[in-house]
């Protein structure tokens, strides 16, 4: 399968709230990867190709706010969780460098 991501994505793990917008439903989750226009996360929840999320990013020193949506969604082998892929749809410009930040020190790590 071609990989289509236009920004390299890295391998972090971290909190993350969401409230599914086409249900008002709130969970939180944990990241998979990371990258400035995605992410995966793994979740107890199906989530539907083309739903909004409304996402918390809880970052080291910083909560991040922004909007994304689901691109893709597979339930993960012999379990009851998800992976779901999010492709970032609002972050404020403001918040834009504290993922920056986050991805080079994540990228210096590697």
């Known amino acids: 399968m071609e ?9 972090v793990s971290f909190t993350v709230g969401c ?5 008002h439903h709130y969970f939180y989750t944990v ?16 989530l539907p190709r ?22 893709w969604s597979n339930k993960e082998r012999y379990c009851d969780r998800y992976y779901a892929g999010l492709f970032l749809t609002e972050i404020s410009e403001g918040d834009k460098p504290y993922i920056l930040e986050f991805l080079n020190s994540a990228r210096k790590l590697a």
């Open 31 to 46: 990241s998979k990867d990371l990258s400035t226009n995605g992410m995966k996360i793994i979740t107890n929840y199906f």
């Open 50 to 71: 083309g739903n909004t999320l409304k996402i918390n990013l809880y970052l080291i020193d910083k909560v991040v706010n922004l909007k994304a949506k689901v691109i």
């Open 3 to 11: 990989d289509r991501r236009k920004d390299e994505r890295f391998n």
């Open 19 to 23: 409230e599914d917008l086409s249900n």
